[in-house]
T-cell receptor
Framework: GAVVSQHPSRVICKSGTSVKIECRSL??????MFWYRQFPKQSLMLMAT?????????EQGVEKDKFLINHASLTLSTLTVTSAHPEDSSFYIC???????????????FGPGTRLTVL | QKEVEQNSGPLSVPEGAIASLNCTYS??????FFWYRQYSGKSPELIMF????GDKEDGRFTAQLNKASQYVSLLIRDSQPSDSATYLC??????????????FGQGTILTVHP
């Protein structure tokens, strides 16, 4: 089956520093990847859609200068949280559009997530 | 009004019973509907996918879709303690192929007690 990895799985950083999270599709190519954020006891909120070779599309309310997304290849997308603050502490999950399901719809495969804690 | 709405629960059922999870959505143009299971601290995993009106069965799971009522449900038969998790309903709000932007409901916490 399609596998998506994320690195690191857990990161603790000081306020004001930047953190980079990598999302890789291991056994398939993903033209489109998605970045989500999940706060405790809340659902997944889509932050941005990342398309290989083009600029990411950010959801309303997400600061594109703070959350930098780069999708440089068909197997790698990165999310950089710049000048992180404690309120950025969250569970960040990426997903990738995988093979087509019946009816022509893509299944999204999720990475294992990255737990970010900003002190 | 939330775009995708679920009863947050918790829903508690005894082992062996049927668990019924419900989801409503606001966009009539929605094309495809997904049920994900998420264990605490883990990322979601796909349980069921449906895009046509009616029922779709896969093992102990049955998804039901009623586009006229903008309603999708998930039934879990013979519930097991290992089914205890948060179940997320996700809707492709924009239709089409390949551009699979999903909007998630807030999730229903299911607890199956022995």
């Amino acid at each position: 089956g399609a596998v998506v990895s994320q690195h690191p799985s857990r990161v603790i950083c000081k306020s004001g520093t930047s953190v980079k999270i990598e999302c890789r599709s291991l056994d398939f190519q993903a033209t489109t990847m998605f970045w989500y954020r999940q706060f405790p006891k809340q659902s997944l909120m889509l932050m941005a859609t990342s398309n290989e070779g083009s600029k990411a599309t950010y959801e309303q309310g997400v600061e594109k200068d703070k959350f930098l997304i780069n999708h440089a290849s068909l197997t790698l997308s990165t999310l950089t949280v710049t000048s992180a603050h404690p309120e950025d502490s969250s569970f960040y999950i990426c997903s990738a559009d995988g093979p087509l399901l019946a009816g022509g719809y893509n299944e999204q495969f999720f990475g294992p997530g990255t737990r970010l804690t900003v002190l | 009004q939330k775009e995708v709405e679920q009863n947050s629960g918790p829903l508690s059922v005894p082992e062996g019973a049927i668990a019924s999870l419900n989801c409503t959505y606001s966009d009539r143009g929605s094309q495809s509907f997904f049920w994900y299971r998420q264990y605490s601290g883990k990322s979601p995993e796909l349980i069921m996918f449906i895009y046509s009106n009616g029922d779709k069965e896969d093992g102990r799971f049955t998804a039901q879709l009623n586009k006229a009522s903008q309603y999708v449900s998930l039934l879990i038969r013979d519930s097991q303690p290992s089914d205890s998790a948060t179940y997320l309903c996700a809707v492709n709000m924009y239709g089409g192929t390949s551009y699979g932007k999903l909007t998630f409901g807030q999730g229903t916490i299911l607890t199956v007690h022995p």
